[in-house]
């Protein structure tokens, strides 16, 4: 079993009766500056948001900006840091990397195929998460084992071989109506979008609404097939996590 694996068990006994809350207490006092929340600034990572913002001050948050994400989103930046006094971290992708794909292969290349979708995913998303991450030993977020079909063996804690990280889901267990239920009664900021169908935000040219009853991420890639939708952002080597979306 390797080092991580162990950390990762330990906190698994450690934590196995605990709330979502308390795993986030848990696990900032345990890995204190080493440990910041991935948020896409969905409904579920404004409830990490808010948790964490109950036990430090200036808790460490990062988003990563596309490019190509809606206003709405910005608007959720704006109203979480105005409603906790917090500094959201904004990471961007390369320059370089942006502008050759743009000039060569265009800027909607991701409907051309899953290739191209996976380039632009690939130098828009997991490049920048993962020079953040290089800087830390965990990172929490929003996945829930409701959000998917391929998501049904999620851990509230795992250890995440892509990025050599220990991975912290809180709310791996929490329903739908547990997420708005906490975001209604502490009066969290969320997207608007969230109330125009979108249950699932990502970028604005590879989201759409969804029909009520449908998948929770149908709207997301959807002139694709499920099997071709992972984006890399929650990958391992054992394939377990290789049918999970990217949450970003
Ligand atoms: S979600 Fe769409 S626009 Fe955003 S990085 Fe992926 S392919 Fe590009």
């Known amino acids: 079993m390797s080092e991580l694996e162990t950390d990762v068990q330990e906190l698994l006994e450690e934590t196995r009766s605990q709330s979502a809350e308390e795993l986030v207490q848990t696990v900032l006092a345990r890995f204190g500056e080493r ?12 409830v990490l948001t808010d948790m964490m913002c109950q036990t430090v001050a200036q808790p460490k948050i990062f988003t990563l900006d596309t490019g190509r994400l809606p206003q709405e989103t910005f608007e959720v930046i704006e109203g979480t840091r105005e409603k906790y006094g917090i500094e959201i971290e904004i990471i961007f992708p390369e320059r370089d990397q942006v502008e ?7 800027p909607n290349l991701f409907y051309e195929g899953v290739a191209q979708r ?5 130098i828009r998303k997991i490049e920048p998460l993962r020079r953040r991450l290089d800087a830390l030993d965990a990172w929490i977020c929003g996945l829930r084992s409701e959000q998917s079909t391929t998501r049904t063996e999620l851990d509230r804690v795992e250890a995440d071989e892509t990025f050599g990280l220990v991975k912290i889901s809180p709310l791996a267990d929490w329903s ?8 209604k009664a502490r009066d969290i900021p969320y997207n608007v979008l969230h109330d125009r169908g979108y249950p699932s935000i990502g970028c604005a040219p590879c989201t ?3 029909e009520p009853g449908q998948d929770l991420r149908a709207g997301r890639w959807w002139w694709e097939i499920p099997e071709q939708k992972e984006c890399g952002l929650h990958l391992r080597p054992d394939g377990k996590l290789g049918r999970r979306e990217d949450i970003l």
């Open 35 to 46: 440990v910041a929340l991935a948020s896409s600034l969905g409904v579920e990572d404004q």
């Open 100 to 106: 050759h794909m743009v000039r060569t292969q265009g």
């Open 118 to 122: 996976k380039e632009c995913c690939r």
């Open 208 to 210: 759409r609404a969804v």
């Open 176 to 183: 739908t109506d547990d997420v708005w239920e906490y975001v």
